[in-house]
Nanobody, 115 residues
Framework: QVQLVESGGGLVQPGGSLRLSCAAS????????MGWFRQAPGKERELVAT???????NYADSVKGRFTISRDSAKNTLYLQMNSLKPEDTAVYYC?????????WGQGTQVTVSS
């Protein structure tokens, strides 16, 4: 069983930065990728960024050039560095681990971008 715990969300002004963290515990075999998704009020959950087991990254067009996904394998932690934040980035951000036999989600962390 895998548990994912996000942290680092909060209130930030437009143009500001935040770094989200996702600490993973437990064991999973056949990991395909880890990633960040977000869900704004009244909208569907959407992909923000992913990083494959081999280190390949993928970003939503809306965050390219502003967000950076990374991981620290020694700490079993996934990160999302978010710069130049916009009000439309306001959402609950979820960490996801996609493995061969199951997908796991964290509980989410709220990011609010507002002046």
């Amino acid at each position: 069983q895998v548990q994912l715990v996000e942290s680092g969300g909060g209130l930030v002004q437009p143009g500001g930065s935040l770094r989200l963290s996702c600490a993973a515990s437990g064991r999973a075999s056949g990991i395909g990728y880890m990633g960040w998704f977000r869900q704004a009020p009244g909208k569907e959950r959407e992909l923000v960024a992913t990083i494959s087991a081999g280190g390949n990254t993928n970003y939503a067009d809306s965050v390219k050039g502003r967000f950076t996904i990374s991981r620290d394998s020694a700490k079993n932690t996934l990160y999302l560095q978010m710069n130049s934040l916009k009000p439309e980035d306001t959402a609950v951000y979820y960490c996801r681990l996609s493995a061969a036999i199951a997908n796991y989600w964290g509980q989410g962390t709220q990011v609010t971008v507002s002046s």
